[in-house]
């Protein structure tokens, strides 16, 4: 049997519109750890938001986390992790840049540590479960050390004028990305960070071979990841662009696409 890596992206992909994960792409998966394959999360969502998941598929390897800014062992501490910050500097002159242009929030994020420029009732809710500490403050003054990711919370309209802002002055410190609707929000990681960083170490570490990583994305943050895989699968709701560079496009989060691909692929009857 040749091992392969398989690596999962959650919204949008492994998880269905209601955020669970379907009985059947759950069976596929776990024949697939029983056959000796590696199964890892590769997301944008902190561990704190994606433990969850971790555990469920009950997965010993470890996880890409903030768009591979940080790749960590959930198990074993001796694992050498990834963890690329945003200089502290770089954030301050950022969010004073904002200022300039019209935003409902800023968040940073230190891991798990949480840090809320305005006071928001709906975004402690979401960010706050799970987070091992939440300030809520002037991110000047609150955020006292390197970020693993900052996020800019703004109307539709302003972000494109808030992204061109960041390309034009800060494109050799860092990479942003534009979350999916509903969601408005710009998220700013160090330059170069992206999930396929974290799987080549993963890899690296299992000793699977390029051409045996398999990734299922559907978001612009999963382009490296598909791009560079061994096979690189597109889910069937994925945006276009993620389309474009996958080997294939297979059924949509709703459709199992990835208990289906994978059954097929690998000969598994359940």
Not at 214 to 233: R, S
């Amino acid at each position: 049997m040749e091992k392969h890596l398989i690596c999962l992206d959650l919204d949008g992909t492994l998880l269905t519109d209601e955020k669970v994960i379907s009985p059947y792409t759950k069976a596929v998966l776990k024949e697939l750890q029983h056959q000796g394959h590696e199964i890892m999360i590769a997301t944008g969502r902190p561990f704190r938001a994606s433990e969850m998941y971790y555990k469920e598929l009950e997965l010993t390897t470890p996880i890409v986390n903030f768009n591979g800014a940080f790749t960590h062992h959930p198990q074993d501490d001796s694992w050498e992790a990834i963890h690329t910050t945003i200089d502290l500097q770089t954030v301050h002159q950022i969010v004073k840049a904002c200022e300039d242009f019209s935003f409902h929030n800023m968040l940073a994020e230190v891991k798990d540590h949480v840090f809320i420029h305005y006071h928001d009732e709906k975004l402690l809710s979401i960010f706050s479960e799970n987070s091992s500490s939440l300030q809520t403050g002037p991110i000047q003054e609150i955020l006292t050390e390197n970020p693993t990711s900052l996020l800019i919370h703004a109307d539709e309209e302003d972000v494109p004028s808030i992204r061109q802002h960041l390309s034009n002055v800060y494109a050799e410190v860092v990479d942003h990305r534009r979350w999916a609707a509903p969601w408005h929000v710009i998220e700013v990681i160090s330059k170069g960070m992206n999930k396929f960083e974290g799987i080549k170490k993963v890899a690296m570490h299992y000793d699977i071979p390029h051409d045996r990583i398999i990734a299922f994305g559907d978001e612009d943050n999963d382009l490296e990841m598909l791009t560079f895989a061994g096979t690189g699968l597109a889910m069937g709701n994925g945006t276009e662009e993620v389309k474009a560079v996958a080997n294939e496009v297979i059924g949509s989060n709703e459709e199992d696409g990835i208990g289906n691909y994978l059954a097929e692929r690998f000969s598994i009857n359940i």
